[in-house]
């Protein structure tokens, strides 16, 4: 059973950079799909990022573009979310998702998911 677990949320000044990782444990075999999701409460999860796990292929929200780069280190099984730019409106509950189909935008598409670190961007 694959776990997901992130970190390297905190507080963080507008205009400054974090760097969000998602290690994933357990028997891997069959994920093809890594993503990130955020939330504010009252509000819905909304589709941030997602990278192909083999090949590397990645899709950004047209809010993050230019600011966000998501990788993974296949070896490590861990993927990251580099925030660069960072504007208040970031601020949110950052998750990390996981599924054996395709890239996708839809969360609920996506099978397993991590518990969630807090990113607060202030002005």
């Known amino acids: 059973q694959v776990q997901l677990v992130e970190s390297g949320g905190g507080p963080v000044q507008a205009g400054g950079s974090l760097r969000l990782s998602c290690e994933a444990s357990?028997?891997?075999?069959?994920?093809?799909?890594m993503g990130w999701f955020r939330q504010t409460p009252g509000k819905e999860r909304e589709f941030v990022a997602a990278?192909?796990?083999?090949?590397?292929?990645?899709y950004y929200a047209d809010s993050v573009k230019g600011r966000f780069t998501i990788s993974r280190d296949n070896a490590k099984n861990t993927v990251y979310l580099q925030m660069n730019s960072l504007k208040p409106e970031d601020t949110a509950v950052y998750y990390c998702?996981?599924?054996?189909?395709?890239?996708?935008?839809?969360?609920?598409?996506?099978?397993?998911w991590g518990q969630g670190t807090q990113v607060t961007v202030s002005s």
């Open positions: 990278v192909t796990w083999r090949i590397g292929f990645t």
């Open positions: 357990g028997r891997t075999f069959g994920t093809n799909v």
């Open positions: 998702a996981a599924r054996d189909g395709g890239l996708t935008t839809k969360m609920q598409q996506y099978d397993l």
